[in-house]
């Protein structure tokens, strides 16, 4: 098992992660080598006299069950771990069933939690109380997944309703596939991930007894550069174009990226409180790490041209101004993609291009690759290196331009 064993002082630790369930599945160590699995019951108080206080006292009833079905406690073999999975799959499957003979019992009704899911609903729930800022991969997520049941044949007849147990791990395997074919780069993989996590959620609340997403993965080669990439010269294109009603503030905020490297959730946060002027130094907390990696804080010099770029506050209250007031990502999108096509630039250049050009391009200007980490700030080598794999990609292509050598 995963979770951490926390021992109790009579050699058990519980199985259940959801506080509310009752029974709860726990194990006991026991000194041959495995652990027997029961539940444990809460059925309230009920008042007992006590003779030291002389009167009643509340007191919790409880009950133990043991299920005569064992774990090895550190298996060693496939088969051994085999079986610790399918004997706990068991086990959570006897809690859930006991559970409704409680509620049963106790309120007059059942709870048919997997039989009635509809996964469709339970995903969109899942997105509505989602807090964090890939809520937008995870709606792209199961968009996809929609668009896959719909276009597949065998699983149109899901396409407004799956039960949890409806999908199988052939089901995923085929919309990984149906993922890579509507993808390109890490594309793919990145809505796969948000897909595996609501799974993993509905498994660890017992909305589903098997993950069908195990064993079942989709590799990218994390150290190849798949995007497009703005060249000085395109740049430069770029900035000498104009279109009728452009938002000035898109113009100045993708600029921005393409000469200091920021991601779009950076940019669109920026206030000038993060921008010392008096030492020409950005300084920020970048949003996709922020809370877990070490190298969070980002420190960029700046030059004139990119203090000019900034401009000046308007407001006394600097620390709320926000440097480039941005519209969505949708929008900003669809005016880079017109802006683009109005300079007669051919490649597909998202706003996340602008950072990988910013890489390529001072990279190519002799920076090195620990310069390059910092500025993008990278906690290792390890992302920066496809970076320098698209250099020696370019020095190809610039090779290859030239006339052919016949003698």
């Known amino acids: 098992?995963?979770?951490?064993?926390?021992?109790?002082?009579?050699?058990?630790?519980?199985?259940?992660?959801?506080?509310?369930d009752n029974p709860k599945l726990a194990a006991k160590?026991?000194?041959?080598g495995t652990e027997s699995l029961f539940?444990?019951?809460?059925?309230?108080?009920?008042?007992?006299y006590s003779e030291t206080l002389d009167r009643k006292v509340p007191r919790k009833e409880r009950r133990r069950e043991f299920l005569s079905l064992y774990l090895w406690q550190a298996p060693r073999t496939p088969i051994e771990r085999q079986h610790n999975k399918d004997t706990l799959e068991l086990a959570k499957r006897i809690r859930y069933e006991k559970s409704q003979e409680m509620l049963m019992d106790a309120?007059?009704?059942?709870?048919?939690?997997k039989q009635e899911v509809n996964f469709i609903q339970y995903f969109q729930s899942y997105i509505d109380s989602y807090t964090k800022k890939d809520i937008r991969m995870l709606q792209l997520a199961l968009g996809r997944?929609?668009?896959f049941l719909e276009a597949t044949p065998e699983y149109q007849k899901y396409s407004k309703r799956i039960k949890p147990e409806q999908i199988t791990k052939d089901m995923v395997q085929a919309f990984t596939e149906y993922l890579q074919s509507r993808s390109v780069g890490e594309g793919a993989k990145s809505l796969y991930a948000r897909f595996k996590k609501v799974i993993k959620y509905a498994v660890e609340h017992e909305v589903m007894m098997k993950n069908p997403c195990t064993g079942i993965s989709i590799k990218v080669d994390d150290a190849q550069l798949r995007k497009d990439i703005l060249s000085p010269d395109e740049i430069q294109s770029l900035m000498s174009t104009h279109y009728n009603n452009e938002n000035p503030d898109i113009r100045r905020a993708f600029i921005f990226c393409l000469y200091?490297?920021?991601?779009?959730?950076?940019?669109?946060?920026?206030t000038f409180s993060n921008v010392d002027f008096s030492n020409k130094l950005l300084k920020f907390e970048q949003?996709?790490?922020?809370?877990?990696?070490?190298?969070?804080?980002?420190?960029?010099?700046?030059?004139?041209?990119?203090?000019?770029?900034?401009?000046?506050?308007?407001?006394?209250?600097?620390?709320?101004?926000l440097i480039f007031p941005l519209p969505t990502y949708e929008s900003?999108?669809?005016?880079?993609?017109?802006?683009?096509?109005?300079?007669?630039?051919?490649?597909?250049?998202?706003?996340?291009?602008a950072r990988h050009s910013f890489a390529v391009n001072i990279l190519n200007n002799g920076a090195n690759i620990k310069t390059v980490a910092s500025l993008l700030g990278h906690s290792g080598l390890r992302h920066t290196e496809k970076y320098t794999r698209a250099i020696d990609s370019l020095k190809q292509e610039a090779i290859d331009s030239l006339p052919e050598l016949k003698f």
Not at 39 to 48: A, R, S
Not at 298 to 312: A, K, M, Q, S, T
């Open 1 to 20: 098992m995963s979770q951490k064993k926390e021992f109790r002082s009579d050699n058990t630790y519980l199985i259940s992660t959801d506080p509310t």
């Open 29 to 32: 160590v026991l000194s041959n």
């Open 39 to 48: 539940l444990d019951f809460y059925f309230g108080y009920e008042m007992v």
């Open 107 to 113: 309120k007059g009704y059942r709870v048919r939690k």
């Open 145 to 147: 997944f929609l668009d």
């Open 260 to 270: 200091t490297g920021l991601r779009f959730c950076d940019v669109k946060d920026l």
């Open 287 to 321: 949003s996709k790490t922020k809370g877990h990696s070490a190298n969070s804080g980002v420190v960029i010099p700046l030059n004139d041209g990119i203090l000019r770029l900034i401009g000046e506050p308007r407001q006394e209250d600097r620390s709320e101004e």
């Open 332 to 353: 900003c999108l669809h005016a880079l993609a017109r802006w683009t096509k109005r300079a007669g630039i051919t490649k597909h250049i998202s706003w996340h291009c």
